[in-house]
């Protein structure tokens, strides 16, 4: 009796230090041939304090499962805990830890100003809008829309009503963020910002975050940890720096003098041209003895000197690309 | 939830839903303009036009006409706003924000269509002014008593709008169509529940022969039987409740087949 006790202690406690629990999650749209599989049998946990990355090509199933782990969508199987409340059983609860971008969505009221949208999606997600005047503040000001706060949104660009929905969310104060796509339409500047928040979030507040975005500048630099799905499977839950490590596609760049249209038509079956001036070509060529070699033949052949040869490491944008591309 | 954040309760989500759908009224007063604009031109031409047709006849019967036409304004405003913005809704994207919420989009849904009521009150009372201006007609009636029987009418026809919102988010085009019900309530107003008794169990049949009593013959909410007050209020929660449940049906079967934030 007492072990029984103590094995549900633990495992309420292991629950409660869980921000999100996707137990064999699985949805398919459709019926008989034409019927696609958008997420298939997919389990994870995502701990406070982590900023995970979900990756994948267009039409693998991220903004599905998205939208399945907050019930938008209903899956077919599985299921999903947030900070220890099933999603489909006691919604609420699980819905007052978490907020969300949606992709693409408006996420605002456009005939609203900046600060009424603010103060609106704060109230419906549970806070008492005057309580987080000051950050909404702070959040105005560091993406520079303080000018703004005024002005319906309507009135804004798109990168700056991008910016009104991530002010929105991030000054949720929910323990679980996802964000799909934030990046879509911001500057330089706003996804620096955005990146200094979402930094500042996690080390302060031990919030988890869910990321999914095709820049994977913004992956590579935040996130701990990713998860690679490919046709509704995951094909990776792994930390980016193994990612990186476990790549095959380290690169080679060579440096020679210039070389005419011929060698070059011969050297594209081996290596890519990166550029070439009047002083110097520049290749690059997958790390293996046979394509090296074979380019140097044709650079000896026609009579190129050899100025650099450097090994370059893979960055996650390759690394993407030869995961979902050999579908290996 | 930061340091600094409190929990909103109940009464701050009534406050933040009232006063966003008060802000967009005062802000944005070109659709309620336009709506007594053409609400009254059309009676105009029904006044008119009807005099010429029918002169003495006409005359008659055109307090009748004034509240049938105030209560066919107040229903297909209360319809209309709440289909129209349901589909608003899903096409913004911000249904899939409310839902994903601690409240939900019950309480929202229900004080939302507590601000349209008032709202399509406010510009149907409007029209009614006007009306009986351009008439030269005078009604006696008792204000709480017309407001709590037009009330519970114009209920029974949120429900209807918020099934008709429940199918636009299952079926998305269809939205446009589904606003040409609001010319079936002019059938519902005028139905002849004397004649026909079952006709008093659909929506405002029943609630629009209480209000010709009351404004026509200024007959006060206790003068009425118990029996007819409780229909009223049953037709109004049934038709209520049971538009909102569709509506939840249907949001629910748009959640199963993945289609709730397509548009």
Known sequence: MIECVLILMQSQSASAQTALSVTALSKQFGRGETAIQAVDDVSFEIHPGE???????????????????????????????????????APRQAYADVDVLFEGARNDYWRLTVRENLRYFATISGVHPDSVTKEHDRL??????????????RSLSRGMKQKVSLASV????????????????????????????????????????????????????LCNRVLLFVDGDLRADTQVESLL????????????????????????????????????????????????????????????????????????ESVFVELTSDDS | MSAEATS?????????????????????????IGGIVVALFFFIVVFYGGQLLAGQALDDSIEGIVIGYFLWTLSAGAYASISNDIGSEVQWGTLERHITTPFGFAPVAFLKGVAKLIRTFVTSTIILGCMLVISGTSL????????????????????????????????????????????????????PVLAVPS??????AHGSAMLQQVMRDGTRLWEFSPGAVGLL??????????????????????????????Y
């Open chain 2, 8 to 32: 909103a309760g109940y009464l701050t989500l009534i406050r933040a839903v009232l006063y966003r759908e008060a802000l967009l009224f005062i802000r944005y007063p070109a659709n309620a």
């Open chain 1, 170 to 221: 991030l000054a949720s104060g929910a323990r679980l963020l996802i964000l799909d796509e934030p990046t879509l339409g911001l500057d330089v500047a706003a996804t620096r910002t955005l990146r200094r928040e979402l930094q500042r979030l996690v080390s302060d507040t031990d919030r988890a975050i869910i990321l999914s975005s095709h820049d994977m500048s913004v992956i590579e630099s």
């Open chain 1, 51 to 89: 900023i995970v990355g979900l990756l994948g090509p267009n039409g693998a199933g991220k903004t599905t499962l998205i939208k399945s782990i907050l019930g938008t969508v209903i899956p077919d199987e599985g299921g999903v805990n947030i900070y220890g409340h099933s999603v489909a059983d």
């Open chain 1, 245 to 316: 490590n476990s790549s095959e596609t380290q690169h080679v760049e060579l440096t020679a003098s210039p070389i005419d249209s011929a060698t070059q038509q011969r050297l594209s079956s081996c290596s890519q041209l990166v550029e070439q001036d009047d002083t110097a070509v520049r290749l690059r060529t997958k790390a293996t003895t046979s394509t090296l070699c074979e380019t140097l033949n044709h650079l000896e052949m026609a009579g190129a000197s050899i100025k650099s040869i450097e090994t370059t490491d893979p960055d996650l």
């Open chain 2, 233 to 262: 209020i049953a037709v109004a929660v049934g038709y209520l409740g049971g538009g909102y449940l569709i509506f939840e049906l249907t949001t629910q079967r748009a959640r199963k087949l993945g289609v709730l934030g397509d």
């Open chain 2, 199 to 204: 006709l008093r169990y659909l929506p405002l």
């Open chain 1, 140 to 153: 105005l000001e560091q993406f520079e829309l303080a000018a703004e706060a005024d002005t319906p949104v």
């Open chain 2, 140 to 191: 006696e009636f008792a204000p709480l008593t017309t407001i709590i029987v037009a009330g519970l009418s114009v209920s029974s026809v949120l429900g209807v709008g918020f099934a008709a919102g429940g199918v636009t988010v299952l079926y998305k085009r269809i939205g446009s169509w589904l606003g040409l019900l609001q010319f079936g309530f002019v059938g519902l107003v005028s139905a």
